[in-house]
């Protein structure tokens, strides 16, 4: 029975651009050298295809990744970039997090859960034959990956937190429920390049 795995990495850490603050940003020097690490660990992995989001972030990432996976077939995908996978009932949510989606234009709340499906269905979905494939993506996109995997309900992908760089794993196959090999395993980063976006207690 064919299998197919998906290595999924949050890009790296960046510098936000206001005027685009879903999909704009770029790669900081920090960014750089958590992507190069990453390369470094990754490099004698044999993959069939590197899809990456379109943003710029994720794009420069990809960039660093592909520099060591030269022969590896790359892809940018629209589908990959940063979303709203799912928009939660108010007693679901924190009260941050209430202020963070009241603030949310409808488009953005409107098309973030119909892209997130469609990721999840293309990347998901499980071909002819065995394939690794190198997944760079966002935050919100690779934890409701993650939960769907896991049979959490809908609103799960808020509950997890992922790092820049963080390597989670996946395994899809017909006959079986999605396997989660790893999660957020930033093993290849030392400690002051792991969680740096998030506030120290939250930082391993």
């Not at 470094?40 to 710029?56: K, M, Y």
């Not at 469609?118 to 190198?134: H, I, M, P, W, Y």
């Amino acid at each position: 029975m064919p299998i197919r795995v998906i290595y999924l990495v949050r890009h790296g850490a960046y510098e936000p651009d206001a005027d685009d603050p879903v999909d704009g940003g770029s790669l900081n020097d920090l960014g750089r050298q958590q992507a190069s690490l990453l390369a470094d660990r990754l490099a004698d992995t044999e993959f069939d295809a590197i899809h990456h989001s379109s943003a710029l972030r994720a794009v420069q990432t990809a960039d660093v990744l592909a520099f060591q996976l030269s022969a590896v077939p790359r892809h940018s995908e629209d589908l990959l970039r940063e979303c709203i996978p799912t928009v939660p009932e108010a007693h679901q949510l924190t009260d941050s997090q209430r202020e963070f989606f009241a603030q949310l234009p409808e488009q953005v709340r409107t098309d973030g859960p119909v892209r997130a499906e469609a990721a999840l269905q293309q990347f998901s979905k499980v071909g002819d034959e065995d394939t690794r494939e190198l997944v760079v993506s966002h935050g919100n996109l690779i934890n409701f990956f993650v939960s769907e995997a896991m049979g959490a309900p809908r609103h799960g992908w808020l509950r997890p937190l992922d790092y820049h760089c963080g390597l989670t794993i996946l395994r899809y196959r017909d006959d079986a429920p999605p396997r989660v090999i790893t999660y957020n395993d930033v093993g290849h980063l030392p400690a002051g390049l792991r969680g740096i976006e998030y506030p120290r207690q939250l930082r391993v």
